[in-house]
Structures are given as C-alpha cells and as structure tokens.
C-alpha cells in the first residue's frame, strides 16, 4: 500500500512537469492526471519490490556520489571507444566476474555501469550472481591474477563497492 | 549562447557519428553493440543537453512556453541512460543464447559452462 502512494505521487509530480508549459495548470489536465496516476500506482502494487530499506537517504546520497564518477569513466569509455573504432586494434573476450552481490538492485546497477564504461558489455547473469562480461580488450594480466576480488579491478575498477554501497 | 549550443550538438553529432561508423567496421554482434551503446548514449546525451540549453535560454528570454521543452528533453536523456544499457544486455543476452559466438575471441568463459 505504502509503495502504491508513493507511486502515485510520484507519477503525479511526473505528470505535473510533463504537462507544465508556462502557465498554471487547466483543471481537466490536474483531473487527467490524477486518474492516471492512480491507475499507475494500483498496478505498482502488484511488481514493486518490497524492500524499504533501498528508501534510505543514505543510499541515495551514495547514488548521488556515484554520478560524477560515473560520468567520468563514461567519458573515458567514448575516447577509448573512438580510438578503438579508428584503429580497429580489438581483442574480445567473454569474461566470468563474480563481485559477489547478493540483491537484485546492485546486480542491476553494476551490470549497467559496466555496458556504460570502458570496453565491456555484460551478456549474461547466472543465479549465483556471476555477470558474464564481453570484453573487447582482453587484457594478459587477467589471467595471471587469481585473486577473484582482483580480477574485477581489471574490469570494472571500484564499481563493485559503490554497486554494494547503494544496493544492499 | 549559441555557441554553447553549437558545441554540444557537434560533440553530440561527433560521438553518434562514430557508433555508425563502428557498427561498420567491427567484425560482430558484441563488438558492434559496444560501439551502438557507449558512443549512442555518450551522444545523445549531449544532444539533449543542446535542447536542454535552448529551452531554458529562450524561457528566459521570456517564451514561457519553452520550459516544457526543457523539461521533456530532461526526461528524454533519464530515460536513454537507464533503457540503453539494459536492452543493450538483452540483445547480447539474446545473440548469445541463439548460437552467435563472438568473433576473434581468445576467451569465452561463458561457452563451458551453460548448456541450454
């Protein structure tokens, strides 16, 4: 029930700045958007997860801290990406990680971070939280490291830590 | 201001101009995905920040109708940078399940150890 509120306000905010253009609001638009949002809460109830603790501040300031690094390393995967696309030097390989995340929030939020930065795009995920990495510059030292915490440095340097920090 | 403009739909143009010319040139399904994903998103983003810019420098103005542009071109980049990456993973998901290996790999880890 509290998920389905919060649902609905929010999609009422969203709705509220989607329909904004200027001027105060028409009556019929905030009625409009009202029923819709409601609509959309009612069915939130049914695929929401139901895990409070992801609605602590804490874990939103993280997720705020996150960002500039994360743009960053974006950043730096473009240029990478461009030398890469110019020269056409690749090397590609499946890689098997195991960050050891146990939620499906910080599972789903490494797995994007990794597609969005340097070189590497997850294509898989089995049930013990194994993301499997398509990594197009297949770095040697990856093999010879076989510390498993490590081995995610080479691809996904801290990502992991923050992945924990704002998921679980 | 137009040259703010100016600037950020050319890096933007840059940036979607070489995923075009990586999904030429890369010799398959994964390696074209990097290319369409990173520099897609990277662009895209700036080109939103381009409309961004516009909308809120002629609101100013005082076109008050321009804040809606603003508003919507915001979205628009919250909803590439969280829905790029994940259909990106389920195309490569999908490529990989149908049977495609990767091309010129010197490693699958993935090939040993699933079966269906």
Same mark, same amino acid.
């Given at each position: 029930?509290?998920?389905?509120?919060?649902?609905?306000?929010?999609?009422?905010?969203?709705?509220?700045?989607?329909?904004?253009?200027?001027?105060?609001?028409?009556?019929?638009?905030?009625?409009?958007?009202?029923?819709?949002?409601?609509?959309?809460?009612?069915?939130?109830?049914? %695929?929401?997860?139901?895990?409070?603790?992801?609605?602590?501040?804490?874990?939103?300031?993280?997720?705020?801290?996150?960002?500039?690094?994360?743009?960053?390393?974006?950043?730096?995967?473009?240029?990478?990406?461009?030398?890469?696309?110019?020269?056409?030097?690749?090397?590609?390989?499946?890689?098997?990680?195991?960050?050891?995340?146990?939620?499906?929030?910080?599972?789903?939020?490494?797995?994007?971070?990794?597609?969005?930065?340097? +070189?590497?795009?997850?294509?898989? %995920?089995?049930?013990? +939280?194994?993301?499997? %990495?398509?990594?197009?510059? %297949?770095?040697?030292?990856?093999?010879?490291?076989?510390?498993?915490?490590?081995?995610?440095?080479?691809?996904?340097?801290?990502?992991?830590?923050?992945?924990?920090?704002?998921?679980? | 201001?137009?040259?703010?403009? *100016?600037?950020?739909?050319?890096?933007?143009?840059? !940036? /979607?101009?070489?995923?075009?010319?990586?999904?030429?040139? !890369?010799?398959?399904?994964?390696?074209?995905?990097? #290319?369409?994903?990173?520099? =897609?998103?990277?662009?895209?983003? !700036?080109?939103?920040?381009?409309?961004? #810019? *516009?909308?809120?420098?002629?609101? *100013?103005?005082?076109?008050? =109708?321009?804040?809606?542009?603003?508003?919507?071109?915001?979205? #628009?980049?919250?909803?590439?940078?969280?829905? /790029?990456?994940?259909? #990106?993973?389920?195309?490569?998901?999908?490529? *990989?399940?149908?049977?495609?290996?990767?091309?010129?790999?010197?490693?699958?880890?993935?090939?040993?150890?699933? /079966?269906?």
């Amino acid at each position: 029930m509290l998920v389905s509120i919060g649902a609905t306000i929010l999609c009422f905010i969203i709705w509220l700045l989607f329909t904004f253009n200027g001027s105060i609001w028409q009556w019929d638009e905030i009625t409009a958007g009202i029923i819709f949002s409601i609509i959309a809460g009612a069915i939130t109830e049914k %695929v929401a997860i139901k895990e409070y603790r992801s609605l602590s501040p804490k874990k939103w300031l993280y997720l705020i801290a996150y960002l500039p690094r994360f743009f960053y390393e974006m950043a730096k995967a473009n240029f990478d990406m461009a030398y890469r696309v110019i020269t056409g030097k690749i090397k590609p390989g499946i890689v098997k990680l195991s960050p050891g995340l146990k939620n499906n929030l910080s599972i789903t939020i490494l797995a994007n971070s990794i597609t969005l930065t340097p +070189g590497t795009l997850s294509v898989d %995920v089995d049930e013990a +939280g194994n993301l499997y %990495v398509h990594w197009i510059n %297949v770095k040697p030292e990856f093999f010879e490291e076989k510390d498993i915490k490590c081995k995610c440095r080479y691809v996904c340097s801290t990502f992991p830590d923050w992945a924990r920090r704002i998921g679980e | 201001m137009w040259e703010l403009i *100016y600037a950020l739909l050319s890096i933007g143009i840059f !940036f /979607n101009l070489l995923a075009s010319v990586g999904l030429l040139r !890369f010799p398959d399904v994964y390696t074209r995905l990097h #290319a369409g994903t990173k520099c =897609t998103t990277f662009g895209s983003i !700036f080109i939103a920040l381009a409309v961004i #810019a *516009y909308g809120l420098w002629k609101w *100013y103005e005082g076109d008050k =109708t321009m804040i809606s542009l603003a508003i919507h071109a915001f979205f #628009a980049l919250i909803a590439i940078l969280l829905t /790029n990456p994940t259909g #990106a993973h389920a195309i490569a998901r999908a490529a *990989y399940r149908s049977g495609v290996k990767p091309a010129k790999a010197v490693i699958d880890e993935l090939g040993g150890e699933k /079966n269906d």
